[in-house]
Nanobody, 120 residues
């Protein structure tokens, strides 16, 4: 069973930094990419960043470009999100996501979420 375990959330002042981690601690599978989404109170879940597991290529939401950096450690099956120059509007629950192929089927897994709160 795939198990995505997130860590690194917390409370930080505006302008500060945090680093989130997400590790697949369960069964491995052929991953296409891993990424981060977030959901603020009263809002829909939105895309933040994604990294291609094979090539390392990345993509970001416009709202975080230049402030957030996504990276991966293939050996540890872990993805990171370095968040800098945090703003109050970055406050949300951040969810890790992994997509790929398992037993010849397309799969899409989610972590349990980690809270990030930015105080102004």
């Amino acid at each position: 069973q795939v198990q995505l375990v997130e860590s690194g959330g917390g409370l930080v002042q505006a302008g500060g930094s945090l680093r989130l981690s997400c590790a697949n601690s369960g069964r491995t599978f052929s991953m296409d990419d891993m990424g981060w989404y977030r959901q603020a109170p009263g809002k829909e879940r939105e895309f933040v960043a994604v990294v291609n597991w094979s090539t390392g290529s990345t993509d970001y939401a416009d709202s975080v470009k230049g402030r957030f950096t996504i990276s991966r450690d293939n050996a540890k099956n872990t993805v990171y999100l370095q968040m800098s120059t945090l703003k109050s509007e970055d406050t949300a629950i951040y969810y890790c996501n992994a997509r790929g192929l398992q037993f010849a089927r397309r799969v899409n897994y989610w972590g349990q979420g980690t809270q990030v709160t930015v105080s102004s």
